[in-house]
Nanobody, 122 residues
Framework: QVQLVQSGGGLVQAGGSLRLSCAASGRTFSSYAMGWFRQAPGKEREFVAAINWSSGNTLYADSVKGRFTISRDNAKNTVYLQMNSLKPEDTAVYYC???????????????WGQGTQVTVSS
């Protein structure tokens, strides 16, 4: 199994930036895609972005396209979410996930990180 440990997050003003990290350990070679989801209070968990580990191909939700960037560091087995031009609507708990395909990751399957709070103030 894959263990995912998240870091980053915090409080930022609207228009600012944050960078989230998700480090994978364990059976990392069996995971070929990783993604980010978020969940605001009272709302369903929402897809944000995903990346194919080997090819680097990415997929973004329309709500974050052009503002967020997902990337990976193969040597560190870590995926990042660079969040720019943050809006109060981005406030949520952010989770990373990992599985063997983009399809599974995008559909909220696989292993999950512990979550980290992102709060954007106006």
């Amino acid at each position: 199994q894959v263990q995912l440990v998240q870091s980053g997050g915090g409080l930022v003003q609207a228009g600012g930036s944050l960078r989230l990290s998700c480090a994978a350990s364990g059976r990392t070679f069996s995971s070929y895609a990783m993604g980010w989801f978020r969940q605001a209070p009272g709302k369903e968990r929402e897809f944000v972005a995903a990346i194919n580990w080997s090819s680097g191909n990415t997929l973004y939700a329309d709500s974050v396209k052009g503002r967020f960037t997902i990337s990976r560091d193969n040597a560190k087995n870590t995926v990042y979410l660079q969040m720019n031009s943050l809006k109060p609507e981005d406030t949520a708990v952010y989770y990373c996930n990992a599985e063997s395909s983009m399809r599974v990751v995008v559909n909220a399957g696989g292993s999950w990180g512990q979550g980290t709070q992102v709060t954007v103030s106006s």
